[in-house]
């Protein structure tokens, strides 16, 4: 369903058919059925988007029965709730699986249980193709925690901060290790980044 949102967004912008196969990796024919789709619906774009996985599918594949089924209905009332609690320490699919069969015996299995909410996680992060150009930009950023390493001579701990770059286009990277994120390390960084 996300391919098929990128391609709504692509279309949306004008896009034909030939670059939205390519770009999507998707047959001509199989992106003109969807815009086909799209088109004997009579949806709205805007709306088709804002839609979450499960709601898109239903439209796009009428003729799959597990968006109508009664158990669905109820679970699609406490998907943000499973989000939710999985951001929490300690809580897994299983355990809200659990949960889940305690209120509800005969609902889904474990199985169909992790489907319907990895797609519904899914949803909530949405996600793009993005085209970049040889030698464009440079990606650069300190990385998240401190790392430490060993002076062999006093055997001190030495905490120092990663500073990376990435180049888009090629994923080329480079990590240093500095001392700080002050602005002369920062300079050093990059110009040993650039050298490089």
């Known amino acids: 369903m ?3 949102k ?5 279309h ?10 390519r770009t999507l990796n998707m047959s001509k024919n199989t992106v003109k059925e969807y815009l ?8 709205n774009l805007d709306d088709l988007l804002a839609l979450e996985d499960p709601e898109l599918e239903r439209k796009l594949h009428a003729g799959n029965p597990a968006y109508s089924d009664q158990r669905f209905e109820w679970f699609k009332g406490k998907l943000d709730y499973y989000r939710d609690e999985l951001g929490r320490d300690g809580v897994t699919r299983k355990l809200l699986w ?3 069969q305690e209120s509800q015996p005969n609902g889904y299995k474990y199985t169909q249980f992790c489907y319907h909410l990895n797609q519904h996680l899914r949803s909530a992060k949405p996600s793009m193709v993005l085209g970049h150009q040889p ?4 990606y650069i950023d300190f990385a998240g925690k401190t790392v430490c390493y060993v ?21 080329y990277g480079f990590v240093i290790a500095v001392p700080s994120q002050k602005i002369e390390d920062f300079i050093y960084a990059l110009m040993q980044c650039l050298l490089f």
Request: glycine residues 12%; positive net charge.
């Open 2 to 4: 996300r391919q098929i």
């Open 6 to 10: 990128q391609l709504i967004r692509l």
């Open 12 to 21: 949306q912008q004008g896009k034909g058919i030939k670059f939205l196969a």
């Open 36 to 43: 086909a789709k799209v088109r004997q619906g009579g949806y």
């Open 98 to 100: 659990q949960e889940y």
């Open 135 to 138: 030698g464009d930009k440079l």
């Open 151 to 171: 002076d062999q001579q006093s055997g001190e701990q030495i905490e120092c901060q990663l500073f990376v770059a990435s180049l888009p286009y090629s994923d």
